[in-house]
């Protein structure tokens, strides 16, 4: 089956200690995103990769790293978490880098206290 | 500044009836327009797309019209059915974006039986 897939799906964790949000694809996609989504704000995008090791900002980067070593694999990190990095996290991909529709995983719940 | 505006938070419709979910964008680069659903703990699936060269594209009971001169889009859905009750997202992209979608902050569904 076709998929974006992400673990852990619900985390809670400690203001400072480092994590990472793993999202795989299976579908030799070459773009890979990363989205939040928060109460009135929508969904807002972190980091996108255009192909393996290409990465660029998206609109809300700070407090965020991502690499992409592998075509399938795409993890967020968070070095030192703060609480206003409390969100459900979405990673998507796509075909090319073109244009075209996401495929999104379903989603990461975090929390950070 | 928020290019993609969904301004309605929620919309409630009979079952049966048509639901009109609206959209405006600003930035007239945009010529691409993308529907997402949304359901609870899942992440958004893509709904229905439309280019800037048309104004309206069908699929089954989803109907998306575009008015560019107006930076406007809107979703139709007839009939409306319970299962539709969910999250729709808008969201836009352009030529060149490097396949970023911009999203809007989303609008609620619901469907009466």
């Known amino acids: 089956e076709a998929q974006v897939t992400q673990n852990p799906r619900y985390l809670i964790t400690v203001t400072g200690k480092k994590l990472t949000v793993t999202c795989s694809q299976n579908?030799?996609?070459?773009?890979m995103s990363w989205y939040r989504q928060d109460p009135g704000l929508g969904l807002r995008q972190i980091y996108y990769?255009?192909?393996?090791?290409?990465?660029d900002k998206g609109d809300v980067p700070e407090g965020y790293k991502v690499s992409r070593k592998e075509k399938r694999n795409f993890p967020l990190i968070l070095e030192s978490p703060s609480p206003n990095q409390t969100s459900l996290y979405f990673c998507?991909?796509?075909?090319?880098?073109?244009?075209?529709?996401?495929?999104f995983g379903s989603g990461t719940r975090l929390t950070v206290v | 500044d928020q290019q993609v505006k969904q301004n309605s938070p929620s919309l409630s419709v009979q079952e049966g009836r048509i639901s009109i979910l609206n959209c405006d964008y600003t930035?007239?680069?945009?010529?691409?327009f993308l529907w997402y659903k949304k359901y609870p703990a899942e992440g958004p699936t893509f709904l229905i797309s439309?280019?800037?060269?048309?104004d309206k594209n069908e699929d089954g009971r989803f109907t998306v019209f575009l008015n560019k001169s107006a930076k406007h889009l809107s979703l139709h859905i007839v009939p409306s059915q319970p299962g539709d009750s969910a999250v729709y997202f808008c969201?836009?992209?352009?030529?060149?974006?490097?396949?970023?979608?911009?999203f809007g902050k989303g609008i609620t569904l619901s469907v009466r039986p």
């Open positions: 990769s255009m192909n393996v090791e290409v990465t």
């Open positions: 579908m030799n996609h070459e773009y």
């Open positions: 439309i280019s800037s060269i048309k």
């Open positions: 998507a991909s796509s075909l090319s880098w073109g244009w075209a529709g996401y495929t």
């Open positions: 930035n007239s680069m945009f010529d691409y």
């Open positions: 969201a836009a992209s352009y030529t060149g974006a490097n396949s970023k979608l911009t």
